[in-house]
């Protein structure tokens, strides 16, 4: 009886390891690896008009502060994302015959992003009815460390400078959908902005 016995359990052990041996699957394929999702406010604007030579709308979720400290010069701001950990810098320039110099420097700085850009994109702005006019730069490419930056100006007095900042290094795959949440806010602020 004893020896039926031991014979019984070997047979279960070993059904049950061959089972386990049968059972899994020789093509295993790792899972992608994911992202986690990304809740976008609803986009309201609010007016912005501190500033002493502009005037423009920014997002209702970002604070706008002016810069201070070294090399800060009169209407240059930060435009905070606490949520998203993004900045939008805006530098003020007045013009004295100096406008070829400020758009190189603002084109220079956009090509600055070429090394890890897969591609630069640019779109003309052209508001006679305003007197704005310049030029956005849309900066694609995983490793980019500034995915949108652009220049406004009205050619004889004022030149406005902004970009777009994360404070991580950011994958631009994974923070795709706030890098458009936050294109459509600066094309929303380009579309406001006045002269004073």
């Known amino acids: 009886m004893m020896k039926q016995h031991n014979w019984l359990r070997k047979g279960i052990l070993w059904s049950v390891i061959l089972m386990l041996l049968t059972a899994c699957e020789a093509d295993y394929t790792p899972k992608p690896r994911g992202y986690f999702r990304i809740d976008l406010p609803r986009q309201n604007y609010l007016p912005y008009e501190k500033a002493n030579h502009y005037l423009f709308e920014y997002s209702s979720k970002a604070i706008v502060e002016p810069k201070t400290g070294e090399g800060s010069q009169d209407d240059w701001y930060t435009i905070h994302y606490p949520d998203f950990k993004a900045d939008i810098y805006l530098s003020y320039k007045q013009i004295n015959s100096d406008l070829p110099v400020f758009l190189e420097d ?14 630069i994109a640019d779109s003309l702005i ?10 956005v730069y849309y900066i694609n490419g995983k490793g980019v460390a500034s995915p949108m930056q652009f220049y406004l100006t009205d050619s004889t007095n004022h030149f406005v400078r902004g970009a777009l900042y994360f404070n991580f290094r950011p994958e631009n795959d994974s923070v795709a959908p706030v890098i458009q949440h936050i294109k459509s806010d600066i094309l929303h602020l380009v579309g406001s902005l006045r002269w004073k």
């Open 106 to 119: 603002a084109r220079t700085m956009a090509l600055k992003h070429l090394p890890k850009a897969s591609s």
């Open 126 to 135: 052209l508001m006679p009815g305003s007197k704005v006019y310049g030029m």
